[in-house]
């Protein structure tokens, strides 16, 4: 396999890993939304929460909606940040490989015009 190829397809890996991290971010959202709109509805007294954590824990501890609610927050403030660090991170190191294979390209097509140009001479 020559370096062409490898880099080639690294940066098809990083591509589709990168991808994987948009839908980890998606995953995310969707389990953050569901948690915010389960806890706007479950809860008796929402202006005792600020964003989605509460700050009367007697209360939150007696309804399992608040619960449910507050672990679907939890659980996809992690994914949408794991979702976004993984994004970057794949984007970079696909930007990486892209850019060394543009170097090992123009090497070769350099290494290639000075053959022909020997031919050349040689006639």
Not at 63 to 83: E, I, T
Not at 91 to 118: D, P
Request: charged share 25%; aromatic share 12%.
């Amino acid at each position: 396999m020559s370096l062409r190829d490898y880099l080639h397809e690294k940066a098809e890996e990083s591509r589709h890993n990168e991808t994987i991290g948009y839908l980890i971010a998606i995953i995310g959202s969707i389990f953050m939304i569901g948690g915010i709109l389960e806890t706007l509805i479950a809860v008796e007294k929402p202006h005792s929460w600020f964003l989605f954590f509460p700050y009367n824990s007697e209360k939150f501890m007696g309804d399992p909606y608040s619960l449910l609610g507050l672990s679907l927050d939890l659980v996809g403030l992690v994914l949408l940040a794991l979702g976004i660090i993984l994004c970057v991170h794949y984007a970079l190191e696909r930007a990486w490989y892209m850019n060394e294979l543009r170097k090992t390209q123009s090497a070769e097509e350099e290494k290639m015009f000075k053959r022909k140009r020997k031919k050349l001479k040689i006639k």
